[in-house]
């Protein structure tokens, strides 16, 4: 029988949403207040949620169950498998020191780290995000940090916060493309509109993440750097989004902001060094004292050897990313496995939906197709490079499994709780209480966009999630449906740095297992205050700037 979602179950909407909202709230005290292991916290998280949905929602258990089932392949593939190889090639490149090298040439370009954090978080990271998506710049770029001396805090927090402004244009446009296939969207248009509202943040990122990271002062002691690294970035995303389309937003915009800042500062660098690699008041944070940088040459064709397997690497996710690309990977294999007991056996109900609309639980096993694939091969073939024997290859993947394994069953974890939610209309009941705040809904629907992140993951699932009540809501308040579903992707990417999986890549790209909560805690404000900052340019648009609701292309 076909299970009808329920997003009112006590005919009390206060407490119908309070009840929805505790399985996100244990796990997150459990994770940032109490200090429990990632993995034990997903796991109360996701109890809480089977018994939120079972006996305050009247989902059938098996439904339930299964509902878990699902979201844990998920974060199987294409989650975990794009952080086992990542890290994997990482350990490659550490075992015969060419990662080293890396660092050096790194640190060759600027000694200083507030620009050293400039060009790889936020310019290599938007790259990554343009490419691939789903946790691969955080987990490449916190790497990266880790390995030039940041403090784990740093290399993982900062990650995070870089990661923002790119996310709504990730994995070549894939959450807007699917925002508006799902839901009807005009996708130009609202490419346009998400354009038309992250430069703006694509502008004040870089210089939040260096306040994040030194101060105000020690910010405005590098102003000229972060300026153009923000313009470089922020121009080509309005222009790429409003005349071209959202595949290739990111990508050009990154290469455009690192080919900028590296140009710049081969004529400009500050008067004073920033040296330190710990965050401004967390200098004890990750037991990483201060030390200075120490600047070592390299042989033109040592540099080359070092960074030709991020090379392959960049090549092998572009690559994967190209829609045609997957189309044929999928073609020569990719089963699809209906879940018995789920698929097509849940329903939703109008408001969210137009009218009763099933909800289908197939499980695609695109191997061929995934990331992770592409940056597996990516990492063969750099080993190859590199010099490695194909035993200690294979030695050197199982000994990461081994170490990321504990990451591995968190996102599980998480990825169950997040599709359990979806499945049982807990999220929903969410978005509906910040549906019904009249007038003040661009604000509030904004932020629907960041807890569907938060929950989920992916701006993309969020999308999905709360694209069509946006565009129910906004037509029912004569708003602009554009907009509010442009607010939902662009309120989204705020949320990603807090959501579970993104700090378990974070501390597991920089070895720092079991101090998620610490992450968390530290991220928390930036993510609510920017979204915040999203949500208030949002409510201008829709009363105050009208002018931007135009199509201009």
Known sequence: MVWQQVYDPFGNMFISTLLAAVPVVVMLVALGFLHIKAHIAAGLGLLAAFAVAVFGYGMPAGLAGNAAFFGGLTGLLPIGWIVLNIIFLQQLAEGNGSFKVLQDSLSGITEDRRLQLLLIAFCFGAFFEGAAGFGTPVAVTAGILIGLGFSPLAASGLSLIANTAPVAFGALGTPVITLAKVHGYDLMEVTAMIGRQLPFFSLLVPFWLIWAFAGRKAMMEIWPAILVTGLSFAIPQFLVSNFIGPELVDIIAAIVSMIALVTFLKFWQPKKIWTSPTLKGHESDGGTPPRPVTMVTHSRADLFRAWLPWLILTV?????????????????????????????????????????????????????????????????????????????????????????????????????????????????????????????????????????????????????????????????????????????SSGGVMGKMIDAQSIVVASTATRWFHHEGDILRYVFFHSIALACLVGLYVTLQAYVWPFTLMVIH
Do not use: C
């Open 316 to 488: 092998f996710v572009f690559i994967w990313g190209l829609p045609a690309v997957k189309t044929y990977f999928n073609g020569l294999w990719a089963p699809k496995f209906p879940i018995e007991g789920l698929n097509n056996l849940i329903e939703k109900v109008p408001p969210v939906v137009p009218s009763p609309h099933k909800e289908a639980a197939v499980y695609v096993l695109n191997g061929l197709s995934a990331t992770g694939t592409g940056i597996l091969l990516s990492a063969v073939i750099g080993a190859l490079v590199m010099g490695y024997k194909p035993l200690a290859i294979v030695s050197t993947y199982f000994r990461t499994l081994w170490m990321v394994r504990t990451s591995l069953l968190t996102i599980v974890l998480m990825l169950a709780l997040g599709t359990l939610t979806r499945f049982s209309g807990t999220d929903t009941t969410l978005g509906l209480a910040f549906a019904g705040t009249g007038a003040l809904y661009p604000f509030f629907g904004t932020l629907m966009g960041w807890i569907g992140v938060a929950m989920t993951g992916s701006d993309t699932a969020s999308n999905v999630l709360f694209g069509g009540m946006q565009k129910v809501a906004a037509e029912q308040l004569g708003l602009s449906a554009n907009l509010m579903g442009a607010a939902n």
